[in-house]
């Protein structure tokens, strides 16, 4: 079966400092990859997608970078973190193809930036 | 632009009562649209989803949901709440990007459940 894991669980970074968050899938291969940023328990926003190894896509732009070096590993990263980059960081994949291929989401990562 | 509202910041029902979670979408041709559970600092879970067929649609742990095309609603419901149903439920909705034809998930900036006991 598949599964998806997503570390660290809970990270406090200072401002300035560098940020790596990691998101590996099992069971599948040339899955869709999805990096979600919640703000203040409330809704989601896209932040980056992946169809493939090296194929990066951004929603919208941002003090983040994202980089998918494996076919099932995504990667969010930062050079200098922001106050603002504080949230809870969901991953996501999706079986690529056919619309009846729902999304799963990892167990997230809760980062305060202080 | 696909979207979804969900009106309500908070419902409030009592224990063994029915609970109504509202969601109305907004999207060009058919909508795919699904319903998720968070629970405090846990991923999404998924609930259930609409992509054809009955409009009554039955998920985990007990919920449904109905899909109504005339009022573009797709709210979540459940006969006999429990204390343990109090969460965080967000609606969603499929939507294409345009430029790569990539999918994605809209999400509504959700809905908090609390069942009192």
């Known amino acids: 079966s598949q599964t998806i894991h997503q570390w660290p669980a809970t990270l406090v970074q200072p401002v300035g400092s560098p940020l790596s968050l990691e998101c590996t899938v099992e069971?599948?291969?040339?899955?869709?990859l999805y990096w979600y940023r919640q703000a203040a328990g409330r809704g989601l926003q896209l932040l980056f997608y992946s169809v493939g190894i090296g194929q990066i896509s951004s929603e919208v732009p941002q003090n983040l970078s994202a980089s998918r070096p494996q076919d099932r590993q995504f990667i969010l990263s930062s050079k200098k973190l922001l106050l603002s980059d504080s949230g809870f960081y969901l991953c996501?994949?999706?079986?690529?193809?056919?619309?009846?291929?729902?999304?799963?989401f990892g167990s997230g990562t809760r980062l305060t930036v202080v | 632009a696909q979207s979804v509202a969900q009106p309500e910041d908070q419902v409030n029902v009592a224990e063994g009562n029915p609970l109504t979670v509202k969601c109305t979408y907004s999207?060009?041709?058919?909508?795919?649209l699904f319903w998720y559970v968070q629970y405090p600092n846990r991923g999404l879970q998924f609930l259930l989803k609409?992509?054809?067929?009955?409009?009554l649609v039955k998920g985990s742990y007990g919920f449904e949901a109905e899909f109504n095309k005339s009022q573009t609603s797709f709210h979540l419901k459940k006969p006999s709440a429990l204390v343990s149903d109090s969460a965080l439920y967000f609606c969603?909705?499929?939507?294409?990007?345009?430029?790569?034809?990539?999918?994605?998930?809209?999400f509504g900036t959700g809905t908090r459940l609390l069942v009192s006991p």
């Open positions: 069971g599948t291969s040339n899955p869709n």
């Open positions: 999207v060009s041709g058919n909508p795919y």
């Open positions: 996501a994949w999706r079986k690529g193809g056919q619309d009846i291929y729902g999304y799963t």
């Open positions: 969603a909705v499929r939507a294409i990007l345009m430029n790569t034809g990539f999918q994605k998930l809209v």
């Open positions: 609409y992509i054809t067929g009955d409009n």
